[in-house]
């Protein structure tokens, strides 16, 4: 008899705690609901980005101080923006060549925020610092890269999109000058790769593609380091060292390799984004082979030759390159049968699991974002992982609804990418890209259908789980929407089928 009495209060209990975890949820989910409601959907597009951060080696007094820089505009912001535009046409009829200061910082604290849109990823106290000096000093920001963030902070929804013929014609011949001078070479780098992402956000693809090809290939003339394992044979003796001379310190070192980073990626995302060769092939080629010319037939295996870690940087851009090959795959599902495409379905699941076994040798357990704990785990590899793993939720959803053994794959890569949003809260280093936002909202789904459509009657303590589950990822969700507006509708989708889903609950739980 005491062991059924404690028996029935344990079971009242988590009766119990389940009606509090339904309520907490169903009010989160009224929450984004309401929040989402105002949000505007941008014209440009948005493309995959993974983590860079900008705060190496810097104190809690300089991120707060560089935090407070990019986010506060000070008074009415529209009173703000309605200055600078009265400024700047005074500039722009005046035909004078260079802005004051003061002016060209408020356009770049109008910028900074969108910065990553822009794969800008640079220590922002040097570069706030540089951006203050006067032109006449040598250690300021070259007018190309000025003109660039000038250009991009110029937005229709700031009302300032008129000048963006203005400052993209000031960049252009800045551009032009730090070329024919060699003055300042990084910053001519960045300014090319910042206005080859605004051409790719202004849908001008061609001239996009045009700058990030020669960027990438300029870059290595220059000595940049990109991958030593994709760029063999690519340095020459008579690289001319001038051009690029060397780091000045250790974040002017680590601002080298956050641009690396950027070029690196872009130039293996174009064939992705609007069709066209990369401006480098893995074997270091320039020009396509001409029995290798289908967009994503290339080889993803890593050499045969390389028993070494692969740096974070290539497995960011494998990773990339495996999921838009799943989204390509999952198109074509949608327009024909599964049944054709069950031979090319199984290559990409197989071309998924060798990536984990890329990582798994070298990397650490909890460095995957498996069960991995807040105080061991490397944020800069989490966006990696959310997208492999995210591939795989993919891949796993087309045969969910006919195998068993693909639902528990779908639930397990769910709980990895929990755990990944779970250890990834509040963190600075992570950039919540735009495809990490989709997988969990994709997760998001997994478990609603779970708790819906499950034949097996949950337990109280698996649905509580769920709860929780759903609330991690609605919470990284929210967050992905405040980087990244396009989202801003994409949750009210899921209300009606979550709010279901919780309400079905209490319908699950087996009598008392």
Not at 307 to 314: G, I, S, T, V
Not at 345 to 373: C, D, W
Request: with cysteine; glycine share 4%; charged share 20%.
């Amino acid at each position: 008899m005491e062991l059924e009495s404690i028996i029935h209060k344990l079971t009242l209990s988590s009766t119990h705690d389940l009606a509090l975890a339904s309520a907490r949820l169903l009010e989160r989910i009224r929450r984004l609901n309401v929040l989402s409601k105002p949000r505007k959907m941008p014209n440009a597009i948005d493309t995959p980005q993974f983590s860079a951060t900008s705060h190496f080696h810097m104190s809690a007094k300089q991120q707060s101080k560089a935090t407070s820089a990019v986010g506060a505009k000070g008074g009415n912001p529209s009173l703000i923006e309605r200055g600078i535009a009265d400024e700047l046409k005074w500039y722009r009829l005046a035909g004078i060549e260079e802005l004051s200061l003061s002016l060209s910082l408020q356009l770049i604290h109008l910028f900074l925020p969108n910065r990553a849109h822009y794969s800008l990823f640079i220590n922002l106290p040097r570069f706030l610092h540089r951006a203050s000096l006067p032109s006449s000093d040598p250690g300021s920001i070259h007018p190309c890269l000025l003109n660039v963030c000038h250009l991009c902070a110029c937005t229709s929804d700031n009302g300032l999109a008129s000048f963006q013929p203005y400052f993209l014609q000031r960049t252009r011949y800045h551009l032009q000058q730090s070329l024919m001078f060699s003055d300042r070479i990084t910053d001519f780098l960045w300014a090319s790769i910042v206005l080859g992402c605004f051409y790719g956000r202004e849908r001008r693809l061609a001239e996009c593609a045009a700058i990030v090809g020669s960027t990438t290939r300029f870059a290595i003339a220059c000595g940049l380091d990109l991958p030593s394992n994709y760029m063999k044979g690519m340095h020459n003796s008579y690289v001319p060292q001038q051009l690029l001379p060397p780091p000045k310190d250790e974040i002017d070192a680590d601002d080298r390799l956050l641009l690396a980073h950027s070029i690196y990626v872009w130039s293996h995302a174009l064939p992705f984004i609007c069709g066209f060769y990369p401006a480098l092939f893995h074997d270091g080629r320039r020009i396509p082979d001409s029995q290798n010319t289908s967009i994503g037939t290339q080889d993803d295996s890593p050499d045969s030759g390389d028993e070494k870690w692969r740096p974070n940087l290539d497995v960011k851009v494998l990773v990339v390159r495996i999921f838009e090959r799943v989204n390509r795959l999952g198109l074509s599902i949608a327009a024909n049968d599964f049944r054709g495409l069950e031979e090319e379905y199984s290559a990409i699941e197989a071309q998924i699991h060798l990536q984990y076994a890329m990582f798994y040798p070298k990397a650490e357990a909890n460095e995957m974002g498996h069960r991995v704990t807040s105080t061991s785990s490397k944020p800069r590899i989490f966006p990696a992982c959310a997208t492999l793993f995210g591939s795989e939720l993919l891949l796993h959803s087309f045969r969910a609804k006919d195998e068993a053994a693909s639902r528990r794959k779908l639930l397990e890569c769910v709980q990895s990418l929990v755990d990944i949003c779970d250890n990834a809260e509040g963190s600075r280093d992570i950039h919540l890209g735009l495809v990490n936002a989709m997988h969990m909202m994709n997760s998001v789904r997994v478990i609603a259908r779970e708790l819906q459509g499950s034949k097996v009657r949950q337990t109280a303590g698996l649905s509580i789980n769920y709860c929780r589950s759903i609330e991690l990822l609605l919470d990284f969700v929210d967050d992905s929407i405040s980087v990244f507006p396009a989202w801003a509708d994409a949750p009210v989708s899921l209300m009606d089928t979550l709010t279901a889903a919780v309400n079905s609950l209490s319908t699950k739980q087996p009598a008392h």
